[in-house]
């Protein structure tokens, strides 16, 4: 526990306050604690969405992904201020509670934010802890203090965000990978056709992400202010942009006629690690409120209690909490239940024949029905690879490579609006959109993909559901109960988790053995003779 912390509680426990002290130091150690939880949990959920493409791609082995996506994590958290105050103040507002209502509903929220992120991955499922937070806040403000309390305004804005990012992501992610597939097909590694090519396709991916990682997405960050002030807005963006293209593009077919093949091979794989990176620092920036928020407030509170609630939500959120909170999510990634997580988002748009997932019966009648309609054109994607070591490739560097420009580039555009927008919508939708765009759907176990589409898209509905209502219930119990509510939350949370944990486990045993009774290896050959 911080020192800081000890010592702001020191008063309560020889009653110099005249806030009830029990509950107060209760909420003070599970304001700690919930805060490590919850970001470890974000980073076990959330890492599906950082390394599932150069994963699957086989740029980079999953470790390796990971310690380069920890890296852009830690550094995004730092910058992610603008956004973490919209979480904390301005989905309900707090100066309408006391501090011990203030302090019920954030306690509420980790309670159960941290079960649901833990339970959805341990099915594999990635979920939006973006909307599971502001559901979370808006159903337990919403016990506590009536519809008066909730900023409908903001949380609609946050909501419509959310949306329109995905529709956003999907719509840009579909053409742009259309487009490249048409130009490259599948050879990305040959130098005639990137000499044709490569140029304008990584000049283009890199001038995206300069341009809205920068300009957009930091441009509240001092440096980035003035090198707007007098650049960027003396020229229209689109010159800036058009520029950015140009000069990348010269230097990549530069390394082309330089290093020939040796650059050739390389290229894409460089351009998805680049993309990797500017996607974490994104989720760094954004995803970090979800879980930092709710403690940091807490924190913030009881550390000022006796400058009132008004006061303590306008004081800024430090760096280094910021970053501390970073390197927490990026241990997150780490853990057994995110790789289960990245396995599922992988296999979800595979361009494989055999995938391994599961789905509900509802969604897989669902998806042969909607499958009825599709006609038979050639698969755009090329035939997965294996590599040495066995491990097949769900997608390609080139397919990695859009999937990671495009979400980092939304995603950090929504930061630079200060809005938490989901990274698990926009990185799914970007996935199921370039495997649209490359007809993935037109082989092997097309009604098992699509069908576990259907129902992750359905359970995130479900989450917000079970998010808003959940967190009203428990912030109700803490607040009437304080500290036994308190520990009848944490004990429920703690119970969910061991039952719903024996349960993934298990389901994850079946589907590796449907899996291995559902080979169709002959469908490779009825391709390659095709």
Not at 98 to 116: F, H, K, M, P, R
Not at 405 to 411: E, G, L, Q, R
Not at 466 to 476: K, T
Request: charged share 15%; aromatic share 8%; proline share 3%.
């Amino acid at each position: 526990m911080p020192l800081s912390l000890i010592g702001s509680l020191e008063p309560l426990l020889v009653g110099q306050v005249s806030h009830e002290p029990v509950f107060l130091i209760a909420v003070g150690v599970v304001a700690v604690v919930m805060l490590l939880w919850d970001t470890i949990e974000v980073g076990r959920n959330d890492a599906a969405n950082l390394v599932n493409a150069v994963f699957g791609a086989r740029v980079l082995t999953r470790r390796t992904a990971v310690y380069l996506a920890g890296v852009g994590v830690v550094l995004g958290a730092a910058a992610s201020s603008g956004v973490i105050d919209t979480v904390r103040n301005d989905i309900f507002d707090a100066t309408q509670f006391g501090i011990e209502e203030a302090l019920s509903v954030y306690v509420a929220v980790y309670i159960v934010d941290t079960v649901l992120l833990y339970s959805y991955s341990a099915f594999g499922m990635p979920v939006s802890t973006t909307a599971t937070l502001v559901f979370s806040l808006t159903g337990a403000a919403f016990a506590l203090g009536g519809a008066g309390v909730v900023n409908w305004p903001t949380a609609g804005k946050v909501i419509a965000g959310i949306v329109c990012s995905i529709v956003i992501t999907g719509i840009a992610a579909f053409f742009i990978q259309r487009m490249v597939r048409g130009a490259i097909r599948d050879r990305t590694k040959n130098l005639t056709v990137l000499l044709a090519h490569g140029s304008w396709i990584g000049g283009g991916m890199l001038a995206g992400l300069t341009y809205f990682m920068l300009v957009k997405g930091m441009k509240h960050v001092g440096f980035v202010k003035d090198l707007n002030q007098e650049f960027v807005q003396s020229y229209a963006p689109i010159v800036v942009l058009l520029g950015l293209w140009m000069a990348y593009g010269i230097i990549i077919h530069a390394l082309l006629v330089t290093f020939g093949k040796r650059a050739a091979r390389r290229l894409f794989p460089a351009l998805a690690i680049i993309g990797t990176f500017a996607m974490a620092f994104a989720f760094g920036q954004n995803d970090l409120a979800n879980c930092a928020a709710p403690g940091l407030a807490a924190l913030n509170l009881i550390q000022n209690r006796d400058a009132g609630v008004a006061a303590v939500t306008q004081i800024p959120i430090t760096m280094w909490a910021l970053a501390g909170c970073g390197l927490l999510m990026a241990l997150g990634m780490m853990t057994h239940n995110a790789q289960r997580v990245t396995s599922a988002a992988v296999h979800a748009g595979s361009m494989a024949h055999q995938v391994r997932l599961w789905a509900p019966g509802w969604c897989i009648g669902l998806a042969h029905f909607l499958l009825g309609f599709r006609g038979r054109r050639p698969v755009l994607a090329p035939l997965p690879e294996v590599t040495p070591a066995g491990k097949t490739m769900h997608y390609d560097a080139l397919r990695a490579c859009v999937i990671l420009a495009v979400s980092a580039s939304v995603i950090a555009t929504a930061s630079g609006f200060a809005l938490p927008v989901s990274t698990t919508y926009v990185a799914f939708a970007a996935v199921v959109a370039t495997g649209m765009a490359d007809r993935i759907l037109q082989r092997g176990d097309a009604e098992l993909k699509l069908a576990r589409t259907i129902w992750v898209v359905f359970s995130w509905f479900a989450a917000s559901v079970i998010a808003a209502v959940c967190a009203g219930g428990v912030c109700l119990l803490v607040y009437k109960a304080e500290a036994p509510g308190i520990a009848i939350g944490i004990g429920a949370n703690l119970t969910v988790r061991r039952v719903l944990k024996r349960r993934g486990d298990a389901q994850e045993r079946r589907v590796r053995e449907a899996a291995r009774e559902r080979m169709h290896p002959e469908l490779y050959a009825e391709e390659y003779e095709g």
